[in-house]
C-alpha cells in the first residue's frame, strides 16, 4: 500500500480487488494489502484485508458524507478476488472503516475511506501445527461449565450502569474457549477502544434487562 500522507494521494490507477459479500453487496478495494497477525494466546491466526474503498457514495464531507457499500461490524464475505492471490471464499470476516486525515480542499480522487476487513486464517497448536476451529462464526455458546446458554449477536450492559452509550457485543473474539465481549459505542457497528470482557462475567445483562444466558436443555 503506497503511502497515503500527502497531498496528492491517488487510487485510480492502484490495484482493486473486489469483494462480494451475502446479498449481492460489492465492497472494491484500491491499492490493497494482506497482512497476517502473529497468533494469540488461543493459537488463532487473524488476516486482514485493508484497502481505500472505490466504490463508495458521497465525497466524504460535512455537507455529502461518504457512504459505504457494505456496514461495518460481523459480514458474511462469499468471494475476494486478487490479483495473483488465490480467491478468499465463504468466510465469517470483520469489516471496519477509518477516515484517516485528508487535505482541505480535497486534492485526493477518493473520499478517503479505508476500509479493513479481517478474519480468522487458521488456528494451530503451541508446535505450530493446525488445529480445527470450530468457534469463529457461531451465534450461540454454551457454557461447559454450568449449562447456561449465551446469545452471541445478543448486546449486554454492565448492570447498574446508564443505558444508551456503551453496550458490550461479541465480535468473534475468544479467550480460554469463552467468548469475549467488546465495548460499542451508541450504534456503531466497529468496537471501541477499551477493557473486554468475557461473556460469563456475572456482570453482565442483557440490554433488554433480562438475566445473561440462559439454561440450556441437556
Partial sequence: MQSWNRDDHQIAQAERAILTFTGGRTLILADWQITENAPNPDGRVYAELRGWAANTGGAGTAQDPCTMPVESGRAQLVLAELRGREALRDLAVHVGVGYPGKPFPNTWDHPGALATV?????????????????????????????????????????????????????????????????????????????????????????????????????
Fill in 118 to 218: 479481517s478474519w480468522l486464517a487458521r488456528r494451530v497448536d503451541e508446535n505450530g501445527r493446525q488445529v480445527p476451529e470450530t468457534e469463529i462464526g457461531s451465534t450461540r455458546w454454551t457454557d461447559p461449565g454450568t449449562g447456561r446458554e449465551f446469545d452471541l449477536e445478543a448486546a449486554f450492559l454492565l448492570d447498574g450502569e446508564p443505558t444508551g452509550s456503551i453496550t458490550w457485543r461479541y465480535d468473534d473474539r475468544w479467550q480460554g474457549g469463552v467468548p469475549v465481549l467488546h465495548p460499542f459505542w451508541g450504534d456503531d457497528r466497529t468496537p471501541a477502544f477499551g477493557d473486554r470482557l468475557l461473556i460469563t462475567d456475572r456482570r453482565l445483562v442483557p440490554a433488554t434487562g433480562t438475566p445473561s444466558g440462559s439454561s440450556a436443555a441437556h
